[in-house]
């Protein structure tokens, strides 16, 4: 309940003080409208400073304001435009009055600070401005987008002026300090609409309804870095402020090297390192190394045609007897065609088995002696009764009648 109290008071004085401004004779003959110039450029962009500017020293500002209907239409805006925004410094004030010098010493950044006024820059200035209907402004203030809102009004009230709101010898009052973050490295703009309530030496007081405005049609004189091999190198500059630099963009420029900076627009490659990304990039290889990102050719690919393996990350050979031959395909067996056991599959010597004795037949790979009561004869009582291997089995059975008969044994005798 306390906080609706607070706002319909405040809407109330709002709406008096309004009423109050729009009762005083709009009048054009002292007032010439504003200016806007380039304050500072930092990290943060392009600093603007808003002024209002009249003919005659002894004017004075004593409020800005917004007019809503049914009074009229003439907004009070502050408005980033052209894919900028205002730029808030953390630890800034809403109303420069209220800014401590010393602070702005000790954090060099508030100086790039957004804020409005009425004459002071910092708390050290005459201050005195009240900020009447302007909570929602400031929130979208300081969210980067600006204000436009009807009904606003910031005013200084008093009778008679203090020296920050007279215009003074340079004929001007300042009103706001906007900083704007650059575009593309372009300086950021913004548009505004202001209306001004100023009082002459003789107290007489006016109304100046202000048109909507670009700070970039105030801009004919921008200082800025001219030198295009510069890396603060500002194409939009119309004066050599002496601000360039050549050291924040050098870098190595070299793809292949493994400091490669993308970034960098001045090429110094002396800086370049190519050994603490060196390695084999190449997977198949014994010694890859998945950190590398610059092949340094020390890969070491096995060839399995050669027998070749990799032991940890060094190449192993598996043919133990170099015969070309892997470990893994040898076979051991005997070579010659005319024994018993010969393997014509045998990459490798190995023992060989003869029918050399008399009787002695070549069966299933081996020597089989057929001679059952060792007279040096093959009778045929001894093949019709010995388990002869089935080689020799299927050969003695003559007519294939699963038996083997003496005539049978004695006719192979006789083969």
């Not at 309004?18 to 380039?38: I, Q």
């Not at 409005?116 to 820059?121: A, C, N, R, V, Y």
């Not at 203090?162 to 003074?168: N, Q, S, T």
């Not at 009648?401 to 083969?415: I, K, L, P």
């Amino acid at each position: 309940m306390k906080s609706h109290l607070k706002l319909a008071a405040m809407q109330r004085f709002s709406t008096l003080v309004l009423g109050l401004l729009m009762s005083v004779t709009a009048a054009f003959a002292t007032a010439t409208g504003f200016d806007v110039e380039v304050h500072a450029t930092s990290e943060y962009g392009t600093t603007y400073r808003l002024y209002a500017t009249f003919d005659d020293p002894g004017d004075w500002v004593s409020a800005v304001f917004g007019v809503a209907p049914p009074e009229g239409n003439t907004p009070m805006s502050i408005l980033a435009i052209g894919g900028s925004s205002i730029v808030q410094i953390n630890g800034g004030e809403d109303l420069a009055q209220n800014l401590n010098p010393m602070f702005l010493e000790l954090v060099p950044s508030l100086n790039y600070d957004s804020w409005l006024t009425i004459g002071s820059e910092d708390g050290d200035g005459d201050g005195g401005v009240q900020a009447v209907g302007m909570s929602d402004d400031f929130a979208s203030f300081n969210a980067g987008t600006g204000f436009d809102n009807c009904g606003d009004i910031l005013m200084v009230p008093a009778s008679t002026p203090a020296p920050d709101w007279l215009a003074g010898p340079d004929l001007r009052v300042l009103l706001a300090q906007i900083t704007m973050s650059d575009v593309n490295g372009s300086p950021g703009h913004f548009s505004f609409q202001l209306n001004i309530q100023f009082k002459d030496a003789a107290g007489d007081a006016y109304n100046y309804y202000g048109d909507e405005l670009i700070s970039s049609d105030f801009i004919t004189d921008l200082p800025g870095c001219m030198d295009d091999t510069a890396c603060n190198y500002n194409a939009d500059a119309t004066t050599d402020d002496g601000s360039c630099e050549s050291t924040s963009c050098v870098g190595c420029m070299d793809a292949s090297a493994c400091n490669y900076d993308d970034a960098a627009t001045i090429a110094d490659n002396s800086q370049c390192d190519y050994d603490s990304c060196a390695g084999c990039t190449d997977e198949a290889a014994c010694n890859y190394d998945e950190t590398a990102t610059l092949d340094d050719s020390s890969c070491l690919v096995p060839d399995a045609a050669s027998c070749e393996f990799c032991d940890g990350q060094a190449i192993a050979v598996a043919d133990a007897d170099e015969d070309g031959i892997c470990d893994a395909n040898e076979v051991v067996g005997c070579q010659d065609a005319t024994a018993c056991n010969y393997d014509a599959s045998a990459t490798d010597a190995g023992a060989c088995e003869y029918a050399t004795a008399q009787c002695e037949i070549c069966l299933g790979g081996e020597a089989v002696l057929q001679d059952a009561d060792g007279d040096g004869l093959l009778s045929a009582a001894e093949l019709a009764t010995r388990a002869a291997p089935q080689a020799l089995f299927d050969r003695l059975d003559a007519n294939n009648d699963g038996s083997v008969s003496a005539d049978e044994a004695a006719q192979a005798m006789r083969m």
